[in-house]
Every structure is written in structure tokens, then in C-alpha cells.
């Protein structure tokens, strides 16, 4: 690991300071992840700042929104009275995400931040334009099971590996930022990146601005919500699939839809063409499986991933059936 200089800021606007002044340092929360590329030279930064010290309320405002700080740790947020009762699949997601030692350690903003698990990015015999730009990427002709089917490019198939993003996603959430040139907002679906020509720049984040907090607009239906994380093991692996889905429904007819899909995309991908199909539309079987094959209409998969593209529909239709009581859709 590199030498490194460490500071612990005393505020967002320290924090951003700092990392004004030195243009190859980074952030650090948790360092669950951080840490680790740290130690496989991936990560190589000349300055640490420390941003744990920063506010770590949840807060609920006058219109019914939460606000979670970025400072958080994943484990709070997950066993919060106000994450549970209203927006249980985002508690269950954090669960399914990690250890309970890691949930302890983990910020909120840091689970935000975090790099793709691809076995290529992490070799540094291979090639990887997320890690070296411009030097092609290994896992188009390699062994690419875990990588993405939707919103993939010739520069890069990897997957975004967060559980806690994509119960985010689904919810609509804001993500609150500050840097040298004041705060802004931006939104949950804009906050991740494609990859496009440029796998590398992986958020829509500006070099000094640091994530300070996560507000959840007020919604009053996803307390009917499940998240559903399909992997190769019982605990502590990555999706191979995941989906969060809130539903509500009136007499029979959806009349509101939200998902979000984790393990098949640069980004937690939400799932716009199932909410839009299924809004308005009879609570049936049916209409879920319809809903599920318009939004992976466009799947792309490799040689040894083309399994995501029926394991993401059956996933699909099978958490539509259980929040509706149809029971599991095989």
C-alpha cells in the first residue's frame, strides 16, 4: 500500500477543502471498500480525509421525506423504526448486503461510492478501462457470469455491486452534495453513470463535491415492498440478480409500481418500463410477465451470463406475485 497523508475533517466544507487542495485525494468513510483497493494498488491516493466525524441523523421532515446522513452506518439505517415501517425492502437490502461487521463499519455515502466486484478490475494483469482507460476490457471474451445485461457498452460489462442502491433507486431518492461551489441535489437514477466511452468516471460527482446526506420523499405505499437478492450463496455474495419492488394496489389495479433491478447493470437499474406497463393495469400474473419481458427487451448477454436475462424475469414476476398474495411465479 502507498503512503499516505491523513486528515479528519470537521465539516462538509473542511472536507471539501481538503480535497480542493490535493487533486489525488479521496474521501474516507467506513473504508470498507476503499481500504481494500488501497491494499490491491488499485486505489493509490497521496491523501485520506476523514468525513466519518460528519453528521449521522436520520430525520424526518414536515412533509414526511427522510433524510439520512452520508455518515451513517449501513447498520443503522437498516434497524431505524422510521426505515422499517415505511420503507422495509430498503431495511432488508442493507441486511441481505453485507456481515454485521461490515453493516457497523459502512457509511451510507460510502456504500454509494463503492467499485464493481468485476474479477478483471481487480487483476492487475488484466485489461480494465475502468481501472486503466483505454486499455480494452477482459471480460467481454472472459469469464464475464456476474457482469451486466442491460445498459452495457464495448468499454465495459461490469456491475455495480450495491444491495443498499437499489432499494434507493426504487425509491426515488435524492442524493444532497456540496463542494467549492455550493450544494446541489441530484437524482438517485442521474447518480450513477453508464459506461458508455468512459467506464471510468463511474458517478455524476464533481472532483471536490462530497455526498453529505439521502432524502426519501414521502411515500405512502411502500410498506408494501420486498427486496429479493438471488446469489450463488447464502450470505455474503453479490447479486447475480436482485429486485426491489414497492406495489400498490386498489380493487384488483396497480395503481402505483416501483423497481429497481441490482446485479445486471453499471448502476442500479430502475425498471421504468415495468412501472410504466403495469400502472393502471390489473394486479395479474400475466400482466407482471408482460411487465417484465418489456423492460428486458434490450438485454444483452455474454457467453456465460445469458442466464441473468431469464433469471431477472422470473425474479421479476416472482416478487409482483408475493407482494400481490398470487403466491411465487415460477
Given at each position: 500500500?502507498?503512503?499516505?497523508?491523513?486528515?479528519?475533517?470537521?465539516?462538509?466544507?473542511?472536507?471539501?477543502?481538503?480535497?480542493?487542495?490535493n487533486?489525488?485525494?479521496?474521501?474516507?468513510?467506513?473504508?470498507?471498500?476503499?481500504?481494500?483497493?488501497?491494499?490491491?494498488?488499485?486505489?493509490?491516493?497521496?491523501?485520506?480525509?476523514?468525513?466519518?466525524?460528519?453528521?449521522?441523523?436520520?430525520?424526518?421532515?414536515?412533509d414526511?421525506?427522510?433524510?439520512?446522513?452520508?455518515?451513517?452506518?449501513?447498520?443503522?439505517?437498516?434497524?431505524?423504526?422510521?426505515?422499517?415501517e415505511?420503507?422495509?425492502?430498503?431495511?432488508?437490502?442493507?441486511?441481505?448486503?453485507?456481515?454485521?461487521?461490515?453493516?457497523?463499519?459502512?457509511?451510507?455515502?460510502?456504500?454509494?461510492?463503492?467499485?464493481?466486484?468485476?474479477?478483471?478490475f481487480?487483476?492487475?494483469?488484466?485489461?480494465?478501462?475502468?481501472?486503466?482507460?483505454?486499455?480494452?476490457?477482459?471480460?467481454?471474451?472472459?469469464?464475464?457470469?456476474?457482469?451486466?445485461?442491460?445498459?452495457?457498452?464495448?468499454?465495459?460489462?461490469?456491475?455495480?455491486?450495491?444491495?443498499?442502491?437499489?432499494?434507493?433507486?426504487?425509491?426515488?431518492?435524492?442524493?444532497?452534495?456540496?463542494?467549492?461551489?455550493?450544494?446541489?441535489?441530484?437524482?438517485?437514477?442521474?447518480?450513477h453513470?453508464?459506461?458508455?466511452?468512459?467506464?471510468?468516471?463511474?458517478?455524476?460527482?464533481?472532483?471536490?463535491?462530497?455526498?453529505?446526506?439521502?432524502?426519501i420523499?414521502?411515500?405512502?405505499?411502500a410498506?408494501?415492498?420486498?427486496?429479493?437478492?438471488?446469489?450463488?450463496?447464502?450470505?455474503?455474495?453479490?447479486a447475480?440478480?436482485s429486485?426491489?419492488?414497492?406495489?400498490?394496489?386498489?380493487?384488483?389495479?396497480?395503481?402505483?409500481?416501483?423497481?429497481?433491478?441490482?446485479?445486471?447493470?453499471?448502476?442500479?437499474?430502475?425498471?421504468?418500463?415495468?412501472?410504466?406497463?403495469?400502472?393502471?393495469?390489473?394486479?395479474?400474473?400475466?400482466?407482471?410477465?408482460?411487465?417484465?419481458?418489456?423492460?428486458?427487451?434490450?438485454?444483452?448477454?455474454?457467453?456465460?451470463?445469458?442466464?441473468?436475462?431469464?433469471?431477472?424475469?422470473?425474479?421479476?414476476?416472482?416478487?409482483?406475485?408475493?407482494?400481490?398474495?398470487?403466491?411465487?411465479?415460477?
Amino acid at each position: 500500500m502507498k503512503n499516505f497523508a491523513y486528515t479528519r475533517a470537521a465539516d462538509a466544507a473542511h472536507a471539501t477543502n481538503l480535497i480542493a487542495q490535493n487533486g489525488r485525494a479521496k474521501f474516507l468513510g467506513g473504508g470498507t471498500n476503499l481500504v481494500d483497493l488501497m491494499r490491491e494498488n488499485i486505489e493509490q491516493p497521496d491523501a485520506l480525509v476523514d468525513v466519518t466525524g460528519l453528521p449521522d441523523q436520520i430525520e424526518e421532515t414536515a412533509d414526511g421525506s427522510i433524510i439520512i446522513g452520508a455518515a451513517v452506518k449501513n447498520s443503522q439505517v437498516a434497524n431505524h423504526r422510521l426505515i422499517r415501517e415505511k420503507y422495509p425492502f430498503l431495511a432488508h437490502a442493507i441486511v441481505f448486503g453485507a456481515s454485521g461487521q461490515i453493516r457497523n463499519m459502512a457509511t451510507v455515502g460510502g456504500n454509494l461510492l463503492q467499485r464493481t466486484r468485476c474479477y478483471y478490475f481487480y487483476d492487475e494483469a488484466a485489461n480494465c478501462n475502468k481501472r486503466s482507460p483505454g486499455s480494452g476490457c477482459d471480460a467481454l471474451e472472459g469469464f464475464n457470469r456476474i457482469h451486466a445485461i442491460l445498459g452495457s457498452s464495448p468499454n465495459c460489462i461490469a456491475t455495480h455491486p450495491s444491495d443498499m442502491c437499489v432499494a434507493l433507486a426504487a425509491l426515488d431518492a435524492t442524493v444532497q452534495v456540496e463542494g467549492r461551489n455550493g450544494k446541489r441535489e441530484i437524482k438517485f437514477d442521474d447518480f450513477h453513470r453508464l459506461p458508455g466511452d468512459t467506464p471510468h468516471v463511474e458517478t455524476d460527482l464533481q472532483a471536490d463535491e462530497l455526498i453529505t446526506s439521502i432524502e426519501i420523499p414521502q411515500n405512502n405505499f411502500a410498506v408494501n415492498s420486498l427486496y429479493r437478492k438471488v446469489r450463488d450463496r447464502a450470505s455474503y455474495a453479490f447479486a447475480l440478480v436482485s429486485v426491489a419492488a414497492a406495489l400498490e394496489v386498489d380493487d384488483g389495479v396497480v395503481k402505483n409500481a416501483r423497481l429497481a433491478l441490482g446485479g445486471v447493470a453499471h448502476k442500479p437499474w430502475r425498471a421504468f418500463e415495468v412501472e410504466s406497463f403495469l400502472t393502471g393495469k390489473a394486479a395479474t400474473e400475466e400482466n407482471y410477465r408482460q411487465a417484465a419481458k418489456a423492460e428486458l427487451e434490450n438485454a444483452q448477454g455474454f457467453e456465460h451470463n445469458n442466464f441473468k436475462i431469464e433469471l431477472a424475469r422470473r425474479t421479476i414476476v416472482s416478487v409482483l406475485s408475493e407482494l400481490t398474495g398470487n403466491g411465487e411465479a415460477k
